[in-house]
T-cell receptor, first 115, second 116 residues
Framework: KNQVEQSPQSLIILEGKNCTLQ??????????LRWYKQDTGRGPVSLTI?????NTKSNGRYTATLDADTKQSSLHITASQLSDSASYICVVSRLSGAGSYQLTFGKGTKLSVIP | GAVVSQHPSRVICKSGTSVKIECRSLDFQATTMFWYRQFPKQSLMLMAT?????????EQGVEKDKFLINHASLTLSTLTVTSAHPEDSSFYIC????????????FGPGTRLTVL
């Protein structure tokens, strides 16, 4: 069964601190993995995208890693800011036949950055 | 960058009425648009895939007669929730895939539907 599991469910950190969010998946055949940031009441915004051959991808203070062998990914946020408070969603894409792709969404990690 | 808009951003309606939500790709053509529903603290659930000029493909368990989808042009798809009930209250998000581009989907800001 194609699944994406994220941990922790929620996280509270102090402003300026770093944190790491985890994503484990069983999606197959794997196409790519994306991390999205979703602010409350808004649509998801893409942070990073990684294919099978990529181990790490950075976007400013966000750094994503991918271990395709263990089917694990992480999103590391450096020097957190209050505006980082949001849900972070891991999404894995698989090729589902006839050239189409299917996305499997994790439930997200709700991050709260406090002063 | 690729921008997707939705209108309205939030709507409150009475039970039994129909509500139309628009999804537009503002600066690109989208042959395929997707409609998702998201309940509180849950992940996005795909409802249907909409291809321009053809009938939408609905996911298992999604009633096509209740959630009418029209993809009349390369920049517009609409979702109509017919005879809405309180259990239809949710956050509806559309996404669009660029015509001739990669498989990346660009998400709209979402529409909060509340049925009283």
């Amino acid at each position: 069964k194609n699944q994406v599991e994220q941990s922790p469910q929620s996280l509270i950190i102090l402003e300026g601190k770093n944190c790491t969010l985890q994503c484990n998946y069983t999606v197959s055949p794997f196409s790519n993995l994306r991390w999205y940031k979703q602010d409350t009441g808004r649509g998801p915004v893409s942070l990073t995208i990684m294919t099978f051959s990529e181990n790490t991808k950075s976007n400013g203070r966000y750094t994503a890693t991918l271990d395709a062998d263990t089917k694990q990914s992480s999103l590391h946020i450096t020097a957190s800011q209050l505006s980082d408070s949001a849900s972070y969603i891991c999404v894995v894409s698989r090729l589902s036949g006839a050239g189409s792709y299917q996305l499997t969404f994790g439930k997200g990690t709700k991050l709260s950055v406090i002063p | 960058g690729a921008v997707v808009s939705q209108h309205p951003s939030r709507v409150i309606c009475k039970s039994g009425t129909s509500v139309k939500i628009e999804c537009r790709s503002l600066d690109f053509q989208a042959t395929t648009m997707f409609w998702y529903r998201q309940f509180p603290k849950q992940s996005l659930m795909l409802m249907a895939t909409s291809n321009e000029g053809s009938k939408a493909t609905y996911e298992q368990g999604v009633e096509k007669d209740k959630f009418l989808i029209n993809h009349a042009s390369l920049t517009l798809s609409t979702l109509t929730v017919t005879s809405a009930h309180p259990e239809d209250s949710s956050f509806y998000i559309c996404s669009a895939r660029i015509r001739g581009g990669s498989n990346e989907q660009f998400f709209g800001p979402g529409t909060r539907l509340t049925v009283l």
